[in-house]
């Protein structure tokens, strides 16, 4: 049966140390914009870590969750590209084409959760920085849009890796570089087609939903709730 | 060969038609002039048309058309879609809408050309200004062409003048 | 009598001719403004296509905005001419006559600005072909089920509906005028006239065509300001996600297409001198359409904002809050103002309604419907779902001058084509002359 | 172990033995460096190293794979295949990291790879602080400083000062051996990231030599006091691991905590209950647990404390806490009963923004921990382990020592930012005859170097590094595998050519030849270099728990107990003049400040106000109202020595009267990244010092804050609420 990646994040584990942040950053080979663009709201951050502050002080608590593209099942952005440079890819992913992408946007309006990013300039690093980029991960032209992936480079590596030892892709052999790099294992990436993997457990789990489920773009990343 | 008579009141040229038809000159026969159009009472001098007929089938056929080749391209090359389908007539419905008012703009227009006879100019049309032995459109004025042969003429001459002609002057076929 | 209608045939041809074969000076002075400005719009969009998007103020979240709202905003421009004129035509409205073929030009310049933005607006305008459906080996297709391939197949619709709208009327006119011309005018004119003879059977088909394309750019023009409006609608932002927003924003296309329509008019009239022809009852009866435009958008918007406070979702009210209260209330009051208050004041009251005053509302209309579009386009954009991804945005110069030069473009269009063809229907002036009915 | 690093941990450290001898797989592992014609485009190798960027030692392995960089030979581009570092991921054997890293950790790569790096020696060339450097060769400004060290030394050894940073191990060795062949007194850290207070308190009330190890994933319900301990205090990820753990690893289990800190910290964000504590009333607030613990007759081990501190304790009055703290004695007897009523409870106290009276609000809490019986059992606090190399520096208030120092070595250390502007440091370091900096990068105290001397990148090194925190014996392993990028030195090699110059016996501790004996049997050295450590039992914190190496207290050995102190704390500054607390706290993003040239952490939003490029004041939304304080408005913060500006951030949740800063930014020099960006709050801070261990009470100072004008705080989020300002109304 084909994967359908998917993950859980335990709000209960996270603690907001954006750790997810920096090792998205270091896989997928993200620019840096500089503090002017940074202003005009061009930063980019596949991953990032949503904090609202509820009630007051001192009664005050922080809700905070990492968003990242949630791979939706029936995703907005995909219908209204009139290129198909986002579309769905066999095992659930929403890909975004960078090569066919025209920079029309519209995915970016559509996406409930904010997590498309467009390139509005040809992105540059100031050498030797460029000596860290992962051969992996394309650099994104300017003028198209991107976002998170799930480490699709990652998936495709282990998958290689688990057909050449001709044996199936064992659950939790892939990791997103987010997920590998959470100090408190709060996000956990797997095949949702597995009843018996570590993500559909906890999908299934009475702590979990999904965010603005009630859009139904039946998301596939899952948020663990705090406990009580 | 024609014969042509001005005119310069509508009266004197519905007149002058319904003559020539009773003397076996149907509309096929007559071309009226005019630097504006004349209003002549129904079944005067009608000009059957199928454009709306047309407009309607360009529509169906261009519509058709574009279901066609939207369902051909959306498989052509299969997409995953995530479960939505490749083909959806709700979701394709504006485009097919558009395509068959496209057709029937073409056609419409296509039946403009046709109908009036502009792309079959096989013979001369009365000028603006008057070229010899022709007679100038005046504004104003109303030009009735007859074709006919010139053993006709005089019975035709007579008519045009009869109906309140202020002159009628005949034609070589030039072209 | 006859004696009489050819004086005054000879005056309506010498009045309406005019303009095509005597130049003044003015004339080129605004030529020549509005193609600098132009160019100014056209080297500011090089710019950006050579520095990339970044030189506008777009942003995360707000990723459309002042392109999209100048496309929509010309794409409402355009159903000045051919809906009305289409409106009036089927009605047999008398007084359209001298009013229509200004209006259908406005059309058929506004479309092809409009037309352009979404390529402006691209990230990479130089493949914007990827948008049509080319054959190519690798079968590679667009997304049909995309509104913006909606949009690509209903503008071009609507340009070509609207180019042979403008062109079958005017025919005629070329014919004739190329009886009286020599030189390139002649050539122009002639190859334009079709070999147009004047004969019954051209007049005709000349009648039932429009007749027919009346009726068929009604369903086009009503559609496609339809699908500009899904184009939004269909998304699942707050404040877009709307079912009035179809017919919301036809009613805002006509509203905005008949201030334009006045606007132009109005300087025409000046500048032309057709006080004789552009009578008060043109635009008073203008007017009255524009006090029912402007009841009928009151009416929508009321809804509209009335059902989203009344519903008190959080990111429905998030976007409302932002345009009435928040940051873009002066644009939104100045919309109220601009779109109901003031053609309503001096429209409405009829002592005041005089062609200044029309104009003077008339370009209201045309600011505040512009600040519609942009309220519709920008806060819920700045406003989505997760208020973590919330932002704002402001326009940078390159988007001023390139949407500033679009205004440019028209003026040049239009003063190119008032320079080529008799901006009112000659032969329709006579026939209305000739009948009388002045 | 997650699955695939132990595939790719396995791969790595087993395929030279098993290839042996069988050409090019062995040469991949064996030597280590990676040499250009080995590298295979497009595949990648994983290396360990250890990471650099705090104390906390964490076991990192890097994925190493081609570039091609563009150099220049002879005045022509030349294309150039080196072999580079991809990504930084933590080492799944290595107990601190157990494969885990935080954001700092994996930035280190933009370090490496920074524009701004020295690239060779330089000497000074304009007067000192200007930061005007030449060029110049090593073998010249080797010779420089030895001669200028052979001519302090002659005179008065003692007048040698090395400043250098918390991390122990061969570097801090082969420093300590370097001044004792010289003479000069051992090298200092005074750094505000080295847990003095910490160290202080375990010592005295257990006699334990490092930071006690709190046992958190085994532990059930937490009282955190004053210890940002998921944030960056003493080991961020090693307790971010055990956090996930105590939370919801164990089934039907659900650890609580309850953080009481004078800021909402990443701990108190993560924390089921935040006790907002005035700044300084840890100590009373502690103490009120600990009377109410035993009112309620739920202390299990009062046995364990000295009897006076028992009395202390009983005689406390809460009333004393409520007042100070402005916590009801509701909520205080509520938090005694589950912390008293727990299975596992346990304290976490620490000095995340040292006080004047810190050091008795950690005494305290591990007297609190005594009462409750956990000191030494799974899921309480646990002794440090043994740390297999010695050479920790000293922590030392090094400014008394800076006065009489004639020559200074600076590594790992960056006194004039981290060191308030007060204490003169920019005087002292300017009247230095001679200082050398082995800083990587030209940063503030480099500016007033005679010699700069770069050092390699972490990355680039050959160390072994004790980790700050470890629940086992634990040394992580680092050797060069990439060839350095520039023409920088290893320090050690540096102080060898120093030392054969100056004809000092001295041999460098090379991480071969000082853990010879810290391998266990079976272990060779090859096989601790291909895993990147050496660690006494391979396994978590569950594993065998060690016994403290001094159990229970020092009940009855008279007079080294240290009694129960409650002062309240002292704080610089005339409340009617500056009526506000100044809080400055390490960042999560800079830590003490020294990750501020690398630009992902710049733009990494700062998890409070989501700020990047420049961190904000932070100030509570009654104090901003009514100072007309707004987000984004250019305020003043001003001390009785000194003032910064910087953007506010009106923070919902901050104490009223707190004015908080995070550390990091405020660089005069640190390249293109940091320099001049943001202010540094350290700069106004009043010298007030910990009595006892001579750290910087970096929370002792008051301010008054002003609105100058309206600015712009650049952030990633700006709503911080989830549901916007517009009710229905």
Redesign the interface.
Known sequence: MAHRWGMAIDLDRCMGCEACVAACHAENNLPVSDPAQAAKGRAVHWIRVDRYYEGEFPEIRVKYMPVLCQQCDEAPCEPVCPVYATYHNPEGLNVQVYNRCVGTRYCGNNCPYSVRFFNWFEPKWTAPLELQHNPDVAIRPGGVMEKCTFCVQRIERVKLDAKAENRPVADGEVQPACVQSCPAEAMVFGDLNDPESKVSRLASSGRATRLLEELGAKPKVFYLQRGK | MFLTGEFSQAEATGRAIEALKAKGFGPQALDMFSTEPVELPPGVLDRPSRMSLMAVAGAVVVCLLAVVFVYYTQRSYRLNTGGMPLFSLWATGVIFYEMAVLGAIGATFVMFLWESGMLRKDHAAPRWKGAEGELALEPGRILLRVRCEPEHFAAVGECLYAAGASRVEKVQNKS | M?TA??IR??KVREDLWRPLLQTRGRYVVALVLAGLAGAWGLAAWGYQIY????VT????????AFYITSFVFWIGISHAGTLISAILRLTHSRWRKPVTRAAEAITVFALMIGGMF?II????PW??Y??L?YPNN?????????????D???I??YL??SV?YLY?PLIPDVA?LA??TTGWRHALYRALS????????????????MK??AG?IL??AV?VHT?VA??FA????PMWHSTIFGPYFVTGAIFSGIAALLVVLAIVRKTMHLEAYLQPVHFDNLAKLLVLMSLLWFYFTTAEYLTT?YG?E?WE??V???RV??GYAPLFWTMVVCNFVIPFVLLGIQRLRTIRTATISAAAVLVGMWLERFLIVVPT?A??????????YAPTWVEISICGATFAAMALLYLVFSKLFPIIAV?EY??HV?NGRI | MDRRNFFKIVSTASTGVLTGACGKKLDRYVPLLVAEREIVPGEEVWRPAACGECGAGCGVIVRVMEAERVVERQGDPVRERIATIKKIEGNPLDPVSGGRLCARGQAALQGLYNPDRLRGPLRRVGPKGKAEFAPTSWAEAIAVAAEKLEHVRAKDPSRILFLTGPQAGTRALTIARFLEALGAPPAVTFEISDFPIERKAADLVFGWKGLPVYDLANARYVLGVGADFLGGWASPVFYARQFGHFRQGRADLRGRLTQAESRMSITAQAADLWIPLPPGTEVLFTAAIAHLLLREKLARGPNGVPQQVVQAFEAFDVTRAVRACGVEERRLLRLARELGESERPLVMAGASVVQTNSLESVITAHYLNLLLGNVGKPGGVLPPAPEPIGGRPGFANALALLERTQFVFLDGANPAYTWPASTGVAQKLERVETLVSFAPFLDDSGAYADLLLPDHHMLEATAAIVPAVAPVAAVTLATQFVEPLYETRATEQVLTELAKKMELTFEPATPKNVLASALTEGQTWEEAVRQGGVWAAAGGVEAEQPKPRKTGTRRGEGPTAPALELSAPSFFGDTSQFPYYFHPYPSLQFGDGRAANLPWMQELPDPVSSAMWGLPVEIDPQNAARLGIRTGDLVRVESAHGRLEAPAYVHPAAIPGVISMAIGDGHRHFGRYASNRGANPLSILAPVWEKSTGALALGATRVRITRLASGRLIQFSVSDREQGPWGYR
Request: glycine fraction near 8%; avoid cysteine.
């Open positions: 006859a209608v050819q045939q000879d520095e990339g998007l970044g103020g777009k942003r995360r979240p707000v990723m459309w979404p607006h691209l990230g990479r493949v914007f990827w948008l459906p690798r079968l590679l297709w667009p997304n049909f089920r995309s509104p913006l391939l909606w690509v197949t209903a071009f619709t070509t509906g042979i079958l004739h009886e009286h079709l070999h147009w003879t004047s004969s019954d059977r051209e007049w005709h088909a000349l009648e039932r065509a027919l394309m068929i369903a086009v559609s699908v899904w184009d269909m998304s699942v932002a406070w008190n959080p009210m998030a409302l809050g932002a209260r928040g954009l406003h989505p779902r997760l208020p973590a991804a919330w932002g704002t032969w006579e026939e000739s």
